[in-house]
């Protein structure tokens, strides 16, 4: 948690000269997120997991929002077992991210919106289910500690209740290109998750 000191500061910093003339609207988010990891050696959005947190709008005078918050969020893969091929091989790694996201919100008058922007997503654990004896911390993968994402979503607002859908994709690898390639880490890891998330905001004007 110390790498989010400075972050948290100039957020603060930045956000408390502007109040007096901004509009700001927030609240609790929660949702299903479904991801797949490049470099695993399988594809699909296999791996279903949750994501909770907050959001926070802050729009100026100009109108033009941008968005923020922090959202704790499972990520990860897993290979799923062909039995009809007898193949009944299996495994899933979970990833648990801190992602803070920074997107710049385009209204429509009809109450959808778009958003676009980049996300700083820090690993909390690491985890790996081979055995389907549960999850055991992951050890032999070099993770980096703070995924670089880049982010695009769509959604709607029906008075304080937020609908979206959010696409992320690391920009850089979260762990290098294995020395040798093995069943489970053939190529350079790179995070592609789909958010669904419901907020419920609150909103205040200085």
């Known amino acids: 948690m110390k790498r989010l ?5 100039l957020l603060g910093a930045w956000a408390v000269p502007a109040m007096a003339q901004w509009e700001f609207a927030g609240g609790p ?3 299903w997120s479904m991801s797949q ?7 699909g959005f296999n791996k279903l997991g949750l994501s909770a947190g907050f959001t926070l709008d802050v729009t100026p005078e100009s109108g033009r929002t ?6 704790f969020t499972q990520k990860g893969s897993r290979r799923v077992p062909n039995p009809k091929a007898g193949d009944y091989t299996t495994w899933r790694y979970r990833l648990t991210y801190l992602d803070v996201p920074l997107l710049r919100v385009v209204r429509r008058s009809s109450g959808v919106w778009f958003a676009g922007g980049v996300q700083a997503s820090y690993l909390l654990r690491g985890e790996e289910d081979f055995y389907g004896n549960g999850y055991e911390p992951l050890t032999y ?4 500690p703070v995924d670089l994402c880049a982010v695009g979503a769509v959604g709607y607002d029906a008075g304080n209740s937020r609908l979206e859908v959010r696409l992320s994709q690391s920009i850089v690898p979260i762990a290098p290109r294995p020395p040798s390639p093995v069943p489970r880490y053939d190529n ?3 995070n592609l998750c789909i958010q669904v998330l419901g907020s419920w905001n609150f909103s205040a004007s200085r």
Do not use: C, K, Q, Y
Not at 66 to 71: A, E, F, K, N, P
């Open 66 to 71: 941008v968005r923020s918050g922090l959202l």
């Open 29 to 31: 988010t929660v949702g």
């Open 188 to 190: 350079f890891m790179m």
């Open 141 to 144: 993968l070099n993770l980096r």
């Open 37 to 43: 990891i490049h470099g695993d050696g399988v594809s």
């Open 5 to 9: 000191g400075p972050l948290l500061a």
